[in-house]
């Protein structure tokens, strides 16, 4: 998980990395496409170590406490093991919620880990002690919306670093059925295109799609060595076992999952229809 911020000074000592995203139509004219929306900082925060949004379902109300999205193994506890599952732990937890320009708008905290794990995927969600409303009546500052569908293989996308205040562009390259990193795996993950070069503390970075301005996965770790399914090192392994090594390619895990495990008051529960996310 070399997107850390662990990660992050290793990879500045180490590689000089410079500190800086039917039937026929009637003939009239078509209207003109929709163009991406203008992605910006408001509604990511910086962790001590990482990266994170502020998100909500399509189902949170604005008086639900709000929501923040970041990695497992960005856990002030450190690394859950391969098969844990944190549910409801308590935290204080505080981030610094972003404006669009990257500029601090303030300090929201936690009262608890509503959900984490690195099995499976690699998420943690904090419950903080603001609602939406709260927040945006203090900071002027929505929630970003989580997407409830698959992401798409050749979609533009942006990778959102509150805590290097940069923002990453390229595409979804295609996705891994199985990414292994040392202990872990997780499974349908997004590979970017090259041109998303995270380092350590992009970590939870929210990754979202321009075109509706939803988050469609979190940034978690990439290749650094080459080296072969190691930490630091993910490998891809196929449905028949195959593994392929991607020198120098980072990925994100899918998010659309979360919406089907957040019931009434922004509440996890994993044992709702069509959730699939580890259970404790």
């Not at 290793?10 to 003939?27: I, K, Q």
């Not at 203008?38 to 990266?51: E, I, K, Q, R």
Request: net charge neutral; glycine share 12%.
């Amino acid at each position: 998980m070399n997107r850390s911020l662990v990660g992050a000074l290793s990879a500045l000592l180490l590689g000089g990395a410079t500190l800086v995203g039917a039937g026929a139509a009637p003939a009239t004219a078509a209207s003109p496409a929709k163009a991406p929306k203008a992605v910006d900082f408001a509604g990511t925060v910086a962790l001590s170590n990482c990266s994170g949004s502020v998100v909500r379902t399509p189902g949170s109300a604005d008086s639900d406490p709000a929501l923040v999205l970041s990695n497992g193994h960005c856990l002030e506890s450190g690394f859950p093991g391969a098969g844990e599952v944190i549910v409801d732990q308590p935290s204080s937890r505080s981030f610094t919620l972003l404006t669009a320009s990257g500029g601090s708008a303030g300090t929201v905290r936690a009262n608890k880990v509503a959900y984490a794990t690195m099995t499976d995927t690699d998420i943690s969600l904090y419950q903080l002690t603001s609602t939406y409303a709260q927040i945006q009546s203090a900071y002027g500052i929505k929630a970003l919306p989580l997407s409830d569908s698959h992401p798409t293989q050749g979609s533009a996308i942006n990778v959102v670093s509150g805590y290097w205040k940069k923002i990453y562009s390229c595409n979804i390259d295609g996705f891994a059925y199985r990414l292994k990193e040392g202990d872990w795996t997780w499974k349908d993950s997004v590979r970017y295109t090259s041109a998303c070069d995270t380092i350590g503390g992009t970590s939870g970075s929210p990754v979202v799609d321009p075109a509706s301005g939803k988050v469609v996965a979190v940034n978690n770790t990439g290749n650094e060595d080459g080296a072969r399914c190691t930490l630091n090192n993910p490998c891809e392994v196929d449905e028949s076992g195959a593994v392929t090594v991607r020198k120098g390619i980072n990925y994100a895990q899918e998010t659309y999952g979360i919406t089907k495990c957040v019931t009434t008051g922004n509440k996890i529960d994993l044992n709702l229809a069509g959730c699939v996310l580890p259970k404790p």
